[in-house]
């Protein structure tokens, strides 16, 4: 049987037999009754059941001992049952930009565990009424960065942090504009809205080149026309034809060679994207 429902059940049979009983008595007999003995015993794992008087308690004046209750005062109704009870999302005001919730002055509802221990005790956020409305949402000039959405920042780490393989042609002549990018970035999972928003490196790259095999270089990409992240790619040819297809025999978690000098020591301090299943079969790796 379901905890609350036993528990529920005996109060309530518990509140009917003493209900006719004086005060003094109805107290007493109450907590030794073997059925609440049973459902506190039951109820010790932390549990809430809400309860409210069957007759209110007069209000005393003030300065005067208050008056004595009597039977009727103790007896009680069931009310719910509150860990069953689906908890309502708490809605609170960001007193400051935090990372993939929102910007300050914004009203967002999250878990109010989640909410009290990790916005409202580092005073991250405020609890959402009029007076704090007024304070922190009134949209007054703030000296701190705004990103344009929510998600623009991990966006930004996640593209700085990947590496994209530019599939050209062995057989035709090419030279590397916008739109490759933006082709094999999408292959890769990163859609890009337009061309656009790719900056292209100052000198071009044109091909067939076998000596620009695996080697690699720099493009900013633009994100809500607002803030810019730097994308990894490197150069990997590929023919039509089964047999002419070069192997890709080099090991894309590990550093490779810039194209550009210029480039080198930028691409070097950019984290390359970790691939946990390349690394347990390569151990040795540097």
């Known amino acids: 049987m379901n905890l609350a429902v036993l528990f529920s059940a005996n ?3 518990i509140c009917t037999q003493f209900q ?7 107290h007493q007999q109450l907590f030794n ?8 015993s039951v109820s010790s794992s932390s549990r809430t059941v809400l309860l409210k008087r069957k007759h209110a308690i007069d209000l005393h004046k003030k300065g005067h001992k208050p008056k004595k209750l009597k039977g009727k005062h103790f007896i009680y109704e069931f009310v719910e049952d509150a860990p069953f009870k689906k908890e309502e999302p708490l809605e609170v005001i960001l007193t400051q930009y935090v990372d ?6 914004e009203k967002v509802k999250l878990r109010r565990q989640f909410a009290y221990n990790n916005l409202l005790l580092p005073k991250l956020a405020v609890y959402a009424n009029p007076e704090n409305e007024a304070l922190y949402g ?3 000039a703030s000296s701190e960065y705004e990103y ?3 998600y623009a920042p991990k966006m930004v780490q996640y593209i700085s942090k990947s590496l994209v393989a530019i599939t050209m042609n062995m057989e035709e002549p090419w030279t590397l504009e916008a739109w490759h990018i933006r082709a094999c970035a999408r292959k890769a999972g990163i859609i890009i809205a337009d061309d656009s928003c790719i900056e292209m490196p100052e000198k071009e790259i044109s091909g067939p080149d076998l000596s620009l095999e695996t080697k690699e270089f720099l493009v900013t990409v633009t994100i809500n026309k607002k803030e810019k992240a730097k994308m990894r790619c490197r150069i990997h040819h590929w023919s039509t034809e089964p047999g002419d297809r070069i192997k890709a025999e080099y090991p894309w978690f590990k550093r490779a060679e810039p194209i550009f000098e210029e480039q080198a020591e930028e691409l070097s301090s950019i984290p390359l994207p970790e691939y946990k299943a390349l690394r347990k079969s390569a151990p040795d790796f540097k």
């Open 148 to 150: 344009s959405s929510k």
């Open 138 to 140: 009134s949209g007054e």
């Open 20 to 26: 006719n009983l004086r005060c003094g008595v109805a």
């Open 33 to 40: 009754h073997p059925l609440m003995s049973r459902a506190m």
């Open 11 to 13: 109060m309530l049979k």
């Open 100 to 105: 993939g919730i929102g910007k300050k002055g």
